[in-house]
Structure formats: C-alpha cells, structure tokens
C-alpha cells in the first residue's frame, strides 16, 4: 500500500561548532543567536551533549532556557521529539557543540562506545553545519583539513576589515566554502568572559557587545537563508503527549531553584508535568520550609560551595528537609544537589559546613575539576529510581568527592562502575539512604524516560530517626 506525502514543518535550523577541541566556540556562538535575535528571529539553542558547560550563555543570547541533545543518551526518535518539541515552528534552532572527524572520535567522545557527536546529530536532524575557525590559530603555509561537509565559515578573532577579508578570501579560494561572519578578537570583552565563575553566564551587555562585532562583518541574510534552506518532517510525540486519563492525583515535586542550584534539563522538569506531577520550586537559601504536601524533593546540581555559610545558618530548612525524609518521602539530588544533603560541606577555603545531614558524609569541593566523563552504570539493588539490573547513562561530575564516615548505601557495584570515578570510589557515584537518593552523575530524564516515570509513581520508605 503506497503511503502518501511525509508531512513537513518548517524548522530553521542551523549546527554551529569548531572542529577543533582547542578553540571556545561559545563567544562566536552567543554573538550569532544574539545577532539574529536582534533581527527578528526567535532562538533556541541546544547543547550537542547532555551536561552543563562552564558558562551559560544561551539564555542571555536568546532569552530562553538552553536544551540539551546528545546522540550518545537519546535514540534519533528521541534526539528528533525533544528538538521539534522545543523548536516547534516558530523558532530558528541553533545546535553548538564540536564537531569531530568521523563517528565516535573526537575529544569529547570519551571511547567507541561513548559516542557523543555533533556529527551524528546533523545526520539525525539534517542541519546546515556552520564551522567556527579560529584564524588567530592558522598559519597561512599551513592550513588544517578542509572542514568535512560544512555549508559555511565564521571566523572568529580577526584583527579588522582587511584582516577578515583577507582570511575569507583565502579560505573560500582553497575550501569552496562560504564565510558567512566573523568575530573581532575583542581582548576586554573575552577577558571579562574568562573571569566569570564556573556555572555563571555572561550578562545581556556582553552578548551585545559580541553581536555589534560579528554585525560589522556577517551576512544574516544568508545565514537565515542556510538555517531555512530544508523543511523538518514531522514527529508524532511520544514522550511529550500528555496522558489524557490520571489514576488518582499526581504526586507534588519541589525542586530547588535559587543561586546555589539551578542546573536542570528543562525537558526532564516538562515530561514531569505532562505525566501527572505538581512541580513547584522553592528556594533552600531563603525559604524557611519546603512547599506543603511535597512527596519529592528534586535537588539540582550547582554551586552551594559559594553559599554554604547561608545554607548552613538556614536551620528552618534544614529541619524541614529532615523532616520530609523521616516521614518516609523521596528526595532526588544530583552534584551539587548531593553535596547539599550531606552531613558536612567542606568548602574551597576548608571550612567544614553542617548540611541536611540526610548521607553520613562530607563533601569536599574539587576546585580543579575535569571535563564531564560519560559513564554507564548498572542498579544494583532496587529503589524507587529503579530496579535492579536497570541501566543508566550519564556524565560523572567531578565538581565533588564524597567521603562516606557513616553507613551510606551505594546503588551501583564496583564492576557495573568500573573506572569511571578517578578521584574516588566508584561506587559513591549513586548512593541511597532511607529514600534519599544521590548522584555524582547528571542523569537527563528525557532520555531515560523509564527512570522519570519512577518520580511520578507513589513510593514509601521506612521512617527513619536522627
């Protein structure tokens, strides 16, 4: 039986990113979505790996929350729902990330089996591949390998006019590859970049400030013309159609949302919503408890290093934080979220901080961390996140070491953990205690939808006793 017409949607889009590992892509990208949302175009950036960068600039340059993609955690169906369902049709989607030579190598692929490619996801979403070269690093005797499959150049770091034209006029000679833009080298304005704190995000000013550079010397017309070049079938969600039918009301999750923690995937905080959860927020620095008639609290990761002495001079919410979990109920923290809920902080200065108290452990902040390794786990034992046997994927976060002085449960084995935690026992890389549950790795629930349906299911602890 013949089918008919695919339908299509109309979906600008456009992968941005360098291909090599030594050059920051971020100024150059933030200056672009800046610079078409200053001429009219609604932006929505992704991430091309499922874990937080450095520093956040997407929401600054576009003013909405960044998304992840990540062709290592999510299946194309998957990478395909949770990039229309962001995009929708009214938005230009930029997708930045590296670019690498080939499947599975690169940098940031971390082995054959860890496959997390900026490459793959133009294949999966068909995107216009936009190369970001560093001409501050060529040596004109000397070029890198012509950039495999990409439909246009942004050169960043340029001197000036001339400067610009004459690297455009030699790469497009040898490469046969348009330059669309290019960013000045703008030393006052990276230096303030680099000073920012990890985990912080340049403000609105300096987004501005690159995008009147890359103005001076770009074609948005054409830019705007590659995003629309191809239209996007389109998806029938799965993941995002809402359930139509409740059994019984849904439970309430309070997540954490203030200075000290803020890093969470928007699409995992969606699906909640859409299969049933209440989600409010709250804030564990200045609120005095948590919400009312909380089953789970969802503890982010972040920074609570900067504010330990405030967390800790918060007693209130300390208490009702105890409280919550001696009543039996589910708190789920990650990174930063887990530091929060052991019994001591140390903090960079050594200062050793009382904190909820929920794992007998401290948690010592590593002030020189490593790059997000991706990790694959195996539950060992059964609980409310999963069963045993389940799998897991995501990338470890280095920011903290747990150093257990108490009985703290781990969920997963040495052997399903391997290596993956160099700086300390593998196993303290998911750990629970009563209905505590805490990871030292970032879990993105969009793509690992069997684990998020286990936060809106009713589960009970035993009652527990400080």
């Known amino acids: 039986m013949a089918g008919g017409p695919i339908p299509m949607l109309r979906l600008p889009r456009l992968a941005v990113g360098s291909i090599d590992q030594n050059v920051d892509s971020q100024p150059l990208s933030w200056a672009l979505m800046t610079l078409l949302s200053s001429r009219g175009h609604r932006v929505q950036h992704f991430y091309s790996k499922a874990c937080f ?11 909405v929350s960044s998304r992840h993609l990540d062709s290592w955690l999510m299946t194309p169906e998957v990478c395909r729902e949770v990039f229309t369902h962001a995009g929708g049709q009214d938005r230009l989607c930029v997708v930045e990330g590296f670019f690498d030579g080939g499947r599975g190598e690169g940098a940031n692929s971390g082995s054959a089996s860890h496959r997390t490619s900026l490459n793959e996801l133009c294949e999966i979403l ?42 455009q006029t030699t790469l497009e000679a040898l490469w046969k590859i348009p330059v669309l833009g290019a960013l000045e080298a703008l030393p006052q304005t990276r230096r303030a970049l680099a000073a920012l704190p990890r985990g912080g995000a340049p403000t609105k000013e300096l987004c501005a400030t690159l995008a009147a550079s890359l103005a001076r010397y770009s074609q948005p017309k054409r830019i705007s013309e590659l995003a629309s070049r191809r239209d996007f079938p389109v998806v029938r969600p799965y993941l995002f159609e809402p359930i139509r039918e409740q ?63 405030r967390l800790a001079a918060n007693h209130c919410m ?18 930063g979220g887990l530091a929060y809920l052991c019994e001591y902080l140390m903090t960079p200065a050594g200062e050793r901080l009382p904190m909820v108290g929920a794992f007998e452990a401290t948690a010592s902040f590593n002030p020189q961390p490593t790059a997000p390794l991706p990790v694959e786990l195996t539950l060992d034992r059964q609980s409310w996140l999963g069963k045993a046997g389940a799998p897991l994927r995501g990338y470890l976060n280095s920011n903290w070491r747990i150093e257990p002085h108490g009985p703290v449960d781990s ?25 505590a549950i805490g990871s030292l790795v970032h879990l993105n629930f969009a793509a690992q939808a069997e684990l998020l349906m286990n936060f809106t299911r009713p589960a009970f602890e035993p009652i527990c006793a400080y």
Request: hydrophobic share 40%; glycine share 8%.
């Open 126 to 167: 068909d995107l216009p591949r936009m190369v970001i070269v560093d001409v501050a690093q060529l040596d004109g005797c000397n070029l890198p390998r012509r950039p495999q499959q990409a439909e246009a150049l942004l050169l960043d770091n340029v001197q000036d006019a001339r400067h610009a034209a004459r690297w």
């Open 247 to 309: 059994l019984g009301e849904g439970p309430r999750v309070a997540v954490a949302f203030d200075e000290a923690f803020r890093c969470y995937f928007p699409d995992a905080l969606e699906l909640l919503e859409l299969h049933g959860a209440t989600v409010v927020d709250f804030s564990p620095l200045r609120d005095e408890c948590l919400p009312a008639d909380v089953d789970l609290v969802y503890l982010g990761c972040g920074h609570p290093e900067r504010y330990a002495a």
């Open 411 to 435: 969920l997963v084995n040495a052997a399903s953990a391997g290596d993956s935690t160099a700086d300390g026992p593998s196993t303290n890389a998911l750990v629970r205690r009563y209905a």
């Open 53 to 63: 960068p450095r520093l956040d600039g997407g929401p600054a340059a576009t003013g």
């Open 318 to 335: 300390l208490f009702s934080m105890r409280e919550h979990l001696c009543a039996g109920r589910r708190i789920y923290a990650e990174g």
